[in-house]
């Protein structure tokens, strides 16, 4: 079991204050919260959702300065023997599921495991019944981040 990956929500204290945390949750104020995070035990309670996005990349990479590899002077001769190439075009497609089973992102399947032979304490609840953000992180690094309305 890889206990490496988390589904960390933020939850808006007031229902309707999504657009305030979205303008507060910078990079670094994420790396921040995620660095103070520990283990407790909690009761959750989330809807469950599947959310599937796709980006062109293509337009953005132009736009930062990334265009040689689009153009017909592409050098992409440490990929393959073959004639000249050069990418047509450039996506990106995540997918995120949460369900009773856990979270799965892409091919990645998350689980809570309990202790069965420790004394718990009360479980703390939690229940994410509005709108909220999403940080999916790997050793706490952020892989997905998405907002459930």
Not at 6 to 11: S, T, V, Y
Not at 40 to 56: G, N, R, V, Y
Not at 67 to 91: Q, V, Y
């Amino acid at each position: 079991l890889d206990t490496s990956f988390a589904f960390n929500i933020f939850l808006p204290k007031v229902r309707f204050g999504l657009n305030e945390v979205r303008s507060k949750l910078t990079g670094e104020r994420v790396q921040n919260l995620l660095s103070k995070l520990k283990r407790t035990f909690i009761s959750i309670t989330i809807p469950k959702m599947k959310i599937e996005t796709d980006f062109k990349l293509k337009d953005a990479l132009i736009a930062m300065g990334v265009s040689a590899m689009f153009s017909d002077k592409a050098n992409l001769s440490g990929i393959t023997e073959e004639p000249p190439l050069k990418i047509s075009n450039a996506a990106h497609r995540a997918i995120i599921e949460v369900d009773e089973e856990g979270t799965t992102a892409a091919a990645a399947t998350l689980f809570k495991v309990i202790p069965l032979s420790a004394v718990m304490d009360e479980p703390v609840k939690f229940r994410a019944d509005h709108p909220f953000l999403f940080i999916l992180t790997k050793d706490n690094h952020p892989l997905f981040m998405g907002q459930f309305v």
